[in-house]
């Protein structure tokens, strides 16, 4: 690999995951490895196996389906972590153990209890049953970056004596800032032995919001894999953001004089699938994917974006796949233009995936006039959500008067085509359609959070309803699109039903959605 080269070790299966409410099913772990695959990502941290058998069924699932890069789990230093992760990863046809220890004082005193000693031969043992078992080792010194130098060389040195072919420098409680980081990389580059011949890996989180310019001066500093989710997430206030790390590089190419093998083009989609899955909208000012992030409302901006794009724009919207041509396909374009397009949007869809969606194109285009590359982008995303069973919705119908309880009217399918209808009253037109979704399932779900986001542009825009729900003790989410925000809504909530009900049939848990260990660097 060349000295300018960044590898790009994406973990947002695995601690992008760890955000308060971004838990995934196994089947939408599935559709972000492929996403971030075809991004072109260069590890992908697709969990942390020993956490939950749900865990480790996803990392295995993963791992079998070789996307292309390397598949990488994490674990402790134990041998019960190291040879699950191994049993989850060995399908895939290049695979990674990452194996982890704390060594700050405020850690080794207060979590662990134990001396510095101890904590090297935990590190040492961990690192060469890993390299018994494969070839490609990263070890991270947890909390990294409050850890007094000295002894992080002699941790780093021990780490790569033992045969670590990775090393990774986390900031775990994102308490570092750019100018001390970047002497910890030069000190460490200075100071250890055989440094030159291991990846020197950073891992930045965001709690005071510098975990990009964090990661940058890693890079500048020595450091040659950035570890980083979409859109940012993950514990607390996220991590780097993959999307501003990579364009970073890019667009100061000659700062940097470095590069990665991102495909920018990907970048975008990518965002929105992330956005799409764990409910996260992304705020309209974020860097790179944000909904403002190319848009010009000040006069003077306006006037020089006109006479030429460079003047307000320092990367261009086709960079990150965005298309400038969203206005794209209406009630009378056919399922080539729809297939055509939903390929230049990045979508690859089978026979099955893609007559489903067009069949919901259809439908949306008896609704409104002009169908946007976000209309699109929604339709594949949320297409057979609610739809797989065992309840569909047939028809919604709601009345409200002022200062009167809304009425809600619900017409369900079940499997067998037999039809289920149920009225109820609620304060609002969401809350009586939701009532009424409960009698006609017996699916009693708590609404925790209920978050509307509109797909596209105009008065007649889909509205994306992302619910958060509780039933019995689990948390739950839910998607639904349509341009009606109650039916949105309704979709959302039966989805989540749909989903409880095909794993109560199945007598097992959901992978991507138990209760399970958490493990942060």
């Not at 580059?189 to 291991?198: L, N, P």
């Not at 919001?209 to 514990?235: D, F, H, K, P, W």
């Not at 259809?362 to 069973?389: F, H, P, R, T």
Request: proline fraction near 3%; glycine fraction near 8%; charged fraction near 25%.
């Amino acid at each position: 690999m060349s000295d300018k080269q960044i590898r790009i070790f994406d973990t947002t299966l695995r601690d992008g995951e760890q955000a308060p409410g971004c838990s995934m099913t196994l089947q939408e772990k599935l559709r972000v490895a492929k996403a971030l695959a075809e991004l072109n990502v260069d590890i992908i941290e697709a969990g942390f196996p020993a956490a939950s058998p749900g865990d480790f069924e996803s990392v295995k699932t993963i791992a079998e389906r070789n996307f292309g890069p390397v598949i990488c789990g994490l674990a402790r230093c134990n041998a019960e972590d190291i040879q699950k992760v191994y049993d989850a990863v060995k399908s895939a046809e290049r695979h990674r153990i990452h194996v982890f220890v704390a060594t700050s004082a405020i850690h080794r005193e207060h979590k662990l209890k134990m001396a510095k000693e101890e904590i090297i031969k935990s590190a040492v043992g961990a690192i060469q049953m890993a390299r018994e078992l494969v070839d490609d080792v990263e070890f991270s010194p947890e909390d990294a970056s409050r850890t007094e130098l000295s002894y992080l060389a002699e941790v780093v040195s021990a780490a790569i004596e033992a045969g670590a072919t990775t090393v990774n420098i986390p900031d775990t409680v994102g308490y570092t800032v750019p100018a001390e980081f970047d002497r910890l990389f030069r000190y460490l580059k200075e100071h250890v032995a055989r440094i030159d011949e291991i990846t020197l890996s950073v891992h930045c989180h965001d709690d005071l919001g510098m975990a990009v310019a964090n990661s940058l001066a890693a890079v500048s500093a020595g450091a040659r894999q950035i570890e980083c989710t979409i859109n940012g997430i993950g514990e607390r206030a996220g991590n780097c953001s993959l999307e501003e790390a990579v364009m970073a590089i890019k667009t100061r190419a000659e700062f940097f004089d470095l590069e990665t093998g991102i495909d920018s083009t990907r970048l975008y989609p990518t965002s929105r699938l992330v956005s799409n899955i764990t409910g996260m909208q992304l705020p309209r000012n974020k860097a790179i994917v944000g909904e403002n992030a190319f848009a010009h409302e000040a006069g003077i901006h306006q006037h020089g974006m006109l006479q030429h794009a460079s003047t307000y724009e320092i990367m261009r919207p086709e960079d990150i796949g965005l298309s400038n041509s969203n206005l794209v396909l209406g009630k009378h374009s056919g399922r080539h233009a729809f297939r055509d397009r939903l390929v230049e949007l990045g979508f690859e869809l089978d026979e099955f995936e893609t007559n489903r969606a067009f069949k919901e194109f259809k439908i949306l285009a008896d609704k409104k006039k002009d169908i946007y590359d976000g209309d699109l982008e929604s339709i594949v995303m949320n297409a057979g959500g609610a739809s797989s069973g065992p309840w569909t919705l047939k028809s919604l119908e709601v009345q409200t008067h002022t200062d009167e309880p809304a009425t809600a009217a619900v017409t369900l399918l079940d499997e067998d085509g037999k039809e289920v209808a149920e009225s109820a009253h609620g304060d609002g037109p969401v809350a009586a359609a939701f009532q009424a979704l409960e009698h006609a399932t017996g699916v009693r779900l708590i609404l925790r959070n209920f978050e509307l986001h509109s797909a596209s542009i105009g008065e007649d825009a889909q509205g994306e309803v992302t619910v958060s729900v509780e039933y019995e003790g689990r948390d739950y989410r839910g998607h639904g699109a349509s341009v009606d925000i109650v039916e949105a809504g309704c979709r959302a909530c039966l989805e989540v039903t749909n989903r409880i009900l095909r794993r109560a049939h199945r007598g097992a848990a959901d992978p991507g959605n138990g209760d399970s260990t958490r493990a942060t660097i």
